[in-house]
T-cell receptor, first 115, second 114 residues
Framework: DQQVKQNSPSLSVQEGRISILNCDYT??????FLWYKKYPAEGPTFLISISSIKDKNEDGRFTVFLNKSAKHLSLHIVPSQPGDSAVYFC??????????????FGQGTRLTINP | NAGVTQTPKFQVLKTGQSMTLQCAQD?????MSWYRQDPGMGLRLIHY???????DQGEVPNGYNVSRSTTEDFPLRLLSAAPSQTSVYFC?????????????FGQGTRLTVV
């Protein structure tokens, strides 16, 4: 059973506009969430994260929003640039006393930025 | 800066063959892990290690073995390859297991079992 779900396999956005990628989770034990970006033939790279004690985290053009009651998070990219075209993975970490970073990933969303 | 290096990049195996996927990191990271990526499934954790000599199972460990004799290396062994193990494999390392430590991934190994 998929505990982290990205229901949109793909998204196409005009350059300069806002890209919004969505992610839902089912496990109430998740308390830390991350977004990774992946280009073809490369490994995922860390983009931004958010702790469950926050509802928003911003880093330059990237903002992640967390709605705990809805078990939903979203990644906003403003403005979108051609180099943002990639697959974006949402990931979650469960609360544990001592960390082993056992990431649980969503299926990924392929974002295409059109000029 | 090499980061996380995986070899080979591509491999074709016959059912029943064994092989080892290599992973090495030069960042002196304590925590290392192996994931597999399948279409429509995202990445799933196979095994992980919190330091030399310490390993544990992830979500999908069956058919795979790991060991961690040094901080730098974390090989993944397929004992008897099956078509269900056709996948892209990613190795990752973190400075620690803490949630605020960034995971660095290798470029991946694309494995096909025929």
């Amino acid at each position: 059973d998929q505990q982290v779900k990205q229901n949109s396999p793909s998204l196409s956005v005009q350059e300069g506009r806002i890209s919004i990628l969505n992610c839902d989770y089912t496990n109430s034990m998740f308390d830390y969430f991350l977004w990774y970006k992946k280009y073809p033939a490369e490994g995922p790279t860390f983009l931004i994260s958010i702790s469950s004690i926050k509802d928003k985290n911003e880093d330059g053009r990237f903002t992640v929003f967390l709605n705990k009651s809805a078990k939903h998070l979203s990644l906003h990219i403003v403005p979108s640039q051609p180099g943002d075209s990639a697959v974006y993975f949402c990931a979650a970490l469960p609360w544990v006393i001592q960390g082993a970073q056992k990431l649980v990933f969503g299926q990924g969303t392929r974002l295409t930025i059109n000029p | 800066n090499a980061g996380v290096t995986q070899t080979p990049k591509f491999q074709v195996l016959k059912t029943g063959q064994s092989m080892t996927l290599q992973c090495a990191q030069d960042m002196n990271h304590e925590y290392m892990s192996w994931y597999r990526q399948d279409p429509g499934m995202g990445l799933r954790l196979i095994h992980y290690s919190v330091g030399a000599g310490i390993t544990d199972q992830g979500e999908v460990p069956n058919g795979y073995n790991v060991s961690r004799s040094t901080t730098e290396d974390f090989p993944l062994r397929l004992l008897s390859a099956a078509p269900s193990q056709t996948s892209v494999y990613f190795c990752a390392s973190n400075l620690g297991g803490g949630r605020d430590t960034e995971a660095f991934f290798g470029q991946g190994t694309r494995l096909t079992v025929v």
